[in-house]
């Protein structure tokens, strides 16, 4: 059966050995240079040098961690589910925030997940209108591919409207499957340039905070705003023929996490605060979800160990008089 190791062969274990070498050659040659005067060698010591390696070498397999066969263990998951609320309309595609808004704001959602690979997170795409991305999920690799392909074609054009992602995911965040007797704990994160033109936010904030969601929301842009390029050249034209402008537009942004137990965090050309978000979610304390029953590596360490500290006993007890008066 082949053994697996559940600590790799590194420099800690390189300086282990190298002291012992070197503590045990100095503890020689002190033995050896006080039996000098009355006419001994110390040999006697010698026979003890095969079952000192011994143990050692026993110590530094246990440390190691030898494992071979499974074993089934029970594993009590706690988590939370997190929806991802990312404004895709086009003014997401200003170059205000270097390279553009939407771009900027792809990186830093690929580090964020990366750090919740406990949880379950999903994905919501909306302009003027919201959809289901990436479902709730704990693959990494799924959801990473989905935050790799946001852009602003992903939504028919038109006015944003930060309703309908709300609603969506509100709708996701409180559908508990069949046998799922413990809820997770729910957060959402809505990431937008803060330009809504929907006509009332109040009735699904009240249904937010009656959810206990949390919400947490990032405005992405600068004050001074920012022409809107187009994929053919050129710039986006108002109805009046002009370049349309967009600006970050904080204030709805901050009433949303206000009322909803959240916090509001910018990233701008200026400021990145997406650590602290990554801080606030870490601080949304999982609930307990179930308990599973994996199969895991059977760490054999004990075995070795309890070798090693049976002849560390031996050499205790067995004294050997080197210096004969």
Do not use: H
């Not at 969506?168 to 409180?174: D, E, F, G, Q, S």
């Not at 009433?255 to 990145?272: D, I, K, M, P, V």
């Amino acid at each position: 059966m082949k053994i697996s190791w559940a600590y790799p062969w590194n420099w800690a274990e390189v300086v282990a050995v190298s002291l012992f070498v070197l503590l045990y050659v100095g503890y020689i040659l002190r033995t050896r240079r006080l039996a000098g005067p009355f006419g001994q060698r110390g040999w006697r010591l010698a026979w003890k040098l095969p079952l000192r390696l011994i143990y050692f070498s026993l110590l530094l397999v246990a440390f190691l961690g030898p494992a071979y066969g499974v074993r089934q263990q029970a594993v009590r998951t706690a988590g939370k589910d997190v929806w991802l609320l990312v404004d895709v309309s086009r003014s997401m595609d200003a170059p205000d925030v270097a390279p553009t808004r939407l771009q900027k704001v792809r990186g830093e959602l690929i580090r964020l997940a990366s750090r919740f690979q406990a949880d379950r997170i999903g994905l919501i795409v909306f302009g003027a209108e919201a959809y289901v991305q990436c479902p709730l999920t704990y693959d990494q690799g799924a959801l990473q591919l989905f935050l790799n392909s946001l852009q602003t074609s992903l939504v028919p054009q038109g006015t944003t409207d930060l309703a309908p992602p709300l609603e969506l995911a509100l709708k996701r965040l409180t559908a508990v499957p069949a046998g799922d007797a413990s809820p997770r704990a729910l957060a959402m994160v809505l990431i937008s340039d803060g330009e809504d033109f929907g006509e009332n936010l109040e009735p699904v904030l009240r249904e937010v905070s009656r959810a206990g969601v949390q919400l947490f929301t990032v405005g992405v842009g600068t004050s001074e705003g920012s022409r809107i390029p187009l994929a053919t050249g050129g710039y986006l034209r108002d109805a009046k023929g002009r370049d349309a402008l967009t600006r970050l537009e904080p204030s709805v942004l901050r009433r949303l996490a206000s009322q909803s137990s959240g916090q509001y965090f910018e990233l701008t050309a200026q400021r990145n605060e997406f650590p602290q978000l990554v801080q606030a979610l870490n601080r949304v304390e999982g609930r307990t979800e179930q308990v599973r029953t994996v199969a895991v590596a059977d760490n054999r360490y004990r075995y070795p160990l309890l070798a090693a500290l049976g002849l560390l006993l031996l050499d205790i007890l067995l004294t050997v008089r080197v210096i004969r008066p």
